[in-house]
């Protein structure tokens, strides 16, 4: 195995300061972690570099939610080539206008902040390089800056380009990038990252890499830290049925903001003479890939560090091939904005096989823990735990145990014998599954449930997979959370710098994992894959049991908690939203007094100086919630014109206060929406 204690590199680096951050006459003055937004603006997706999610704004508040009244609808499925049903772009809003992404392209509009009208757009050529990337409907958004005095905003596209454009006109800046040689681009403005990827060249800068080298892509917008731009990366996962041992990793990326010349590559997977090189076992680090930085990212400006959440390594659920505990898979690393270097790191998962990378962007914090004034990052995990570090030097600010987890019997595979627990806060949702934890609206179904867990493996955390043809005749291996979470990055946490309140939403869902013998191709069919080595056991999808339409496990089947973060505790939990349909009208429990169940959905969330609100997710009803965020209790629900599927955010627009949301269904694709009050 691997190496068990990875130790922790420390900076020597300047003291933290508080700022004040007002809102004008209508909202209070918080304490905010960074300088880095004016008052009632959000200039990054997680409104500051410290993605808190937090706006000191309360005009809104809990005398005058139900009066909210849409402002404008901005509808996506304009930005083709088709209507896409999905829209995961949380906007900024910067000097008047509100900015984001929509569609597959990934097209970039301004929209003037008070009526939703379209000001500019940019679409990026069609290359063959999209027509291949694997996500392309994952833009969470834009990255801003000012350069020189203007505004600039940063685009990272499903063909692995940056873009820089001019904020009020929507041109690409003069001076930013290198000519690309393909019809339709502008002569500057653009920057071609994979130049900067040594592992995909030669490359074709139409068709992109050969495509047996895998498939890289974006996913989340760069962030933009003193005048570098940072970006991440996406790749396909274990959920496409990946089949093969390789993969492009995903190395980070940084270019100077005002040229776009390239400064670093962080490589995510060791290379050889690199600390954690040895954590990949024998030679692994040739040809793993993944292992990419996909949430949003963040940052502490006055030190001049990043975090990076990092994803997991090829493949998902099967790593008998990459032996060892593959940093800096599954891990928060921070690293020097400037020149690349890492100055700490902490693993969460070793040697991941259940599909728990990194889900959402680190929250920078000034905690208070028994009297300690602690700089603080707390990275939650798809298993619903927060760990909290020390954001300087990476100690832990609780204790973390390293705890004896199952060991995996599928041949060739060697998982790690302990794997790392926070002591506190606790989680908020499943780890594990026994039978406690069943339904038990009747004795009829909860022996139901236990009977429709016969052929299947379950227990604690990290339960490994199975593989067909074991001894025990088992067909998948229960994993509760599932392979997206408990919490995940659409229902990703916001924190309440005033109160170091942090609030999570999370899914109430299990996995059941199997692998079969790696003779699938990547569509699914029998056979190998061409130029590809194909792993000995790949991912099968294996049916989550139920009872008669009736999730397995006790609700709520999707909930919102707060906890304080100066000591650990659970303050409230509240489920999200009311019972569903198809649970209020099975027949099975018609009769019953069952309380509401929550939603199977990850609630969108947004605090500000009054409110906790929050839309219920994809999967969950057309209603906006407030409640009091000390309490939990309810303020009022709005209906809204479609689901949530992403997170809210606000702003202050000549003197009144906005929430905006992307929504979407089928009458209304991929959209966002604006609330306000009457005037």
């Not at 300088?35 to 500051?48: F, H, K, N, Q």
């Not at 050529?125 to 291949?132: A, G, H, L, S, Y």
């Not at 209906?639 to 702003?651: D, G, N, S, V």
């Amino acid at each position: 195995m691997g190496v068990r204690q990875h130790p922790v590199a420390r900076g020597v680096l300047t003291a933290s300061t508080l700022i004040l951050a007002a809102s004008g006459a209508l909202a209070r003055s918080a304490a905010a972690q960074d300088g880095s937004v004016p008052p009632g603006e959000w200039r990054y997706w997680g409104a500051t570099a410290s993605s808190t999610r937090y706006s000191p704004l309360d005009q809104i508040n809990a005398d005058n939610f139900q009066d909210l009244e849409i402002a404008w609808i901005w509808r996506g499925d304009n930005f083709g080539p088709r209507p896409d049903y999905i829209l995961r772009s949380v906007p900024l809003y910067v000097d008047g206008k509100v900015f984001t992404v929509a569609g597959r392209r990934r097209t970039v509009a301004a929209l003037d902040a008070g009526t939703g009208e379209t000001l500019w757009t940019f679409r990026e050529p069609n290359t063959q390089r999209w027509e291949d990337s694997p996500r392309q409907n994952w833009g969470k958004g834009v990255a801003y800056a000012e350069i020189d005095g203007r505004g600039v905003i940063y685009m990272t596209s499903p063909g692995f380009f940056l873009h820089a454009l001019d904020a009020n006109t929507g041109h690409p800046i003069e001076g930013f990038g290198k000519p690309v040689p393909i019809p339709g681009f502008a002569p500057y403005g653009t920057v071609d990252m994979f130049a900067d990827m040594p592992r995909v060249q030669p490359y074709d800068p139409y068709e992109g890499p050969d495509p047996s080298l895998g498939l890289i892509t974006t996913s989340s917008p760069p962030i933009v830290v003193n005048g570098v731009v940072i970006v991440g990366s996406a790749l396909s996962d274990g959920g496409s049925r990946q089949t093969r041992i390789e993969n492009i990793p995903g190395d980070v990326l940084a270019y100077d903001a005002r040229t776009g010349e390239h400064l670093w590559t962080f490589h995510t997977i060791p290379q050889p003479g690199e600390f954690g090189y040895d954590t990949w076992e024998p030679g692994a680090w040739e040809w793993s890939g993944n292992v990419a930085a996909w949430p949003p990212l963040s940052a502490d400006l006055e030190r001049g560090i990043v975090y990076l959440p990092m994803d997991s390594g090829t493949n998902d659920v099967y790593g008998g091939f990459r032996p060892g505990d593959n940093l800096f898979a599954n891990s928060i690393v921070a690293v020097d904005a400037r020149t690349g270097e890492r100055l700490w790191h902490q693993q969460l998962s070793h040697h991941d096989i259940w599909d728990w990378d990194m889900p959402v962007p680190p929250i920078l914090a000034d905690l208070n823990v028994d009297g300690r004034e602690i700089p603080a990052v707390i990275q939650v995990t798809k298993q619903a735990f927060a760990f909290t570090f020390n954001r300087v030097t990476g100690e832990p600010v609780w204790p973390i145990e390293e705890r004896p987890v199952p060991q995996s019997k599928v041949p060739g595979e060697h998982t790690a014998p302990t794997q790392p627990y926070p002591t506190r806060p606790a989680s908020w949702e499943l780890q594990g599954l026994t039978e406690d934890d069943l339904v038990d609206f009747t004795p009829e179904l909860r022996q139901k449930a236990i009977e429709s867990l016969e052929d299947y493996t379950y227990g604690p955390l990290f339960n490994p997979p199975v593989h067909e043809g074991n001894e025990e005749g088992k067909v998948g291996a229960i994993l509760c959370p599932s392979t997206t979470g408990g919490t995940n990055v659409t229902g990703g946490p916001a924190f309440d710098p005033e109160t170091n309140v942090l609030y999570v939403a999370s899914v109430r869902s299990c996995s059941a994992l199997a692998v079969v013998p790696g003779s699938l191709r990547d569509d699914g069919t029998p056979g190998e894959s061409p130029g590809r080595t194909v792993a000995d056991w790949v991912r099968t999808n294996v049916r989550v049991p139920s009872v008669d339409g009736i999730p397995i496990v006790k609700p709520p089947y999707g909930l919102v908690a707060a906890i304080d973060m100066n000591t650990g505790e659970h303050l409230w939990t509240i489920p999200n939203g009311a019972t569903p349909e198809r649970i209020a009208e099975n027949e099975l429990l018609q009769g019953l007094d069952i309380p509401p169940t929550g939603q199977s959905s990850h609630a969108n969330i947004l605090v500000t100086g009054s409110l906790l609100m929050f839309g219920e997710g994809r999967s969950g009803t057309a209603w906006f919630h407030a409640v009091d965020k000390a309490t939990g209790e309810s303020v009022a629900d709005l209906p809204l014109p479609a689901p949530t599927h992403a997170a809210p955010m606000t702003f202050m627009h000549e003197g009144r206060q906005y929430v905006v949301v992307a929504v979407s269904d089928n009458d209304l694709p991929g959209s966002l929406v604006a609330l306000r009050l009457p005037e």
